[in-house]
Each structure stands twice: as structure tokens, then as C-alpha cells.
């Protein structure tokens, strides 16, 4: 297993608030791209579609690229580690099952930043969406099955 110097700081003085709004990235182990396979990554989708619609989120946008994700969320309940290892836990469970792979789907962790009350959310956003243009996957966004956002 690689050494991972500083995924313990991910988890130090994490706080969740059910309400706040954050941004989530979480990478593919060992930044593997298995969600360049779109069926694969529709498997992620239907997780953070899953979330929202069991109001733990409220997801305003979200990216799955090759080899990570971003996810802009609101909290709705629960804790924010609980609503992203379920996402995670439950997508590498059918990812794993669909493309026989074997091992883990995710690395350790994941990085989130809380968004301060009354700051634009549109930036946020616009970042996420704009991920498979600034990659050079796809000359146009709509050319991209993998995001959506709530303005949208």
C-alpha cells in the first residue's frame, strides 16, 4: 500500500455543519482514470443523484472526471464523513461489481472546504462544470455526460 504522508490531515479538525454548503474532491486510488469508462462513472451519478434525493444533500453541481470528483453540496443531515464515505462506499461497491476490478476503488480521505454564509456559489460552480473543458476532454461542456448544476 503507497504511503500516504499527509491523508491524516485530512481528517484533523474536520467539523460539519448540517446547512453549510461545501465543496468535495475525492481521487480515484492511485489516480487510476476507471471513470473515463462514462458507464462507470454514470455508477458515481446515481450515488450523488441517491444522496440528494434521500435529503442527506442537496447537490448545486457536480463533475465526475477520469480520475476524481467534485461535488458543490449543501449538508442536509447527517455528518459531511458519513455522506461522503456512503457515496463512496456504495459507488465503488457497483463500479467493482460492474468492471470485475477488485481492491480499492478510492484513496483515503477526501478534501472539503466549507463555503462562509452569503459567498457566492456561482464561482464554485462554474469551476466544477468547466473541469472537463480545462482537462481537454471535450472542446464544448455539452459534449460531457458527466456533470450537472442546479442553474442548469
Known amino acids: 500500500m503507497p504511503v500516504r504522508p499527509n491523508s491524516h490531515r485530512l481528517r484533523q479538525g474536520r467539523f460539519s455543519e448540517n446547512g453549510r454548503t461545501y465543496f468535495i474532491t475525492s481521487v480515484i486510488h492511485e489516480r487510476q482514470p476507471v471513470f473515463a469508462d462514462w458507464q462507470a462513472g454514470r455508477l458515481l451519478v446515481a450515488e450523488l443523484r ?44 457497483a463500479v467493482n461489481r460492474k468492471t470485475r476490478r477488485h481492491g480499492p476503488l478510492w484513496q483515503t480521505g477526501y478534501h472539503d472546504r466549507a463555503i462562509r454564509d452569503g459567498e457566492d456559489l456561482e464561482p464554485f460552480a462554474r469551476y466544477i462544470i468547466n473541469n472537463p473543458l480545462r482537462a481537454g476532454l471535450v472542446d464544448n461542456l455539452g459534449d460531457y455526460p458527466l456533470w450537472d448544476a442546479y442553474w442548469l
Open 50 to 93: 441517491r444522496a440528494h434525493e434521500q435529503g442527506v444533500a442537496q447537490s448545486i453541481a457536480w463533475v465526475v472526471m477520469p480520475d476524481h470528483f467534485h461535488w458543490l453540496m449543501q449538508l442536509q443531515r447527517g455528518s459531511l464523513g458519513e455522506v461522503i464515505g456512503g457515496v463512496k462506499a456504495r459507488c465503488a461497491h
